[in-house]
């Protein structure tokens, strides 16, 4: 994450719970690496079932201490919109 961002952060959280556009959540652990904060384990696989792609914007808002608010813009610069579904069957396949 950018540095700017971070610094709005009063303590960095060990998870975010990241909400889409359309109130769905997933969660996604924090690691400090060199001083800057990463999301780690559960993005890889949030980014997998959003289908994010090279070129894709992808835009953070904070909302609670450990929660963002995640919009994704494909890119031709229209925002993605993802059913609640796809994250039900990617925790039914961690089972």
Same mark, same amino acid.
């Given at each position: 994450m950018p540095l700017d961002f971070t610094k709005n952060l009063v303590a960095v959280p060990t998870e975010f719970n990241m909400r889409n556009n359309i109130g769905c959540s997933w969660r996604v652990t924090v690691k400090?690496?060199? =001083?800057? @904060?990463?999301? !780690?384990?559960g993005w890889a696989t949030y980014a997998a079932v959003h289908q994010i792609k090279i070129g894709y914007m992808v835009t953070?808002?904070?909302?609670?201490? !450990?929660?963002?608010?995640?919009?994704?813009?494909? !890119? !031709? =610069?229209?925002?993605? @919109?993802?059913?609640? =579904?796809k994250h039900d069957e990617a925790f039914a396949a961690k089972d």
């Open positions: 400090l690496m060199n =001083g800057r @904060v990463t999301l !780690d384990r953070f808002k904070l909302l609670t201490p !450990d929660t963002l608010k995640v919009i994704i813009f494909n !890119d !031709d =610069g229209i925002e993605v @919109v993802n059913k609640c =579904g």
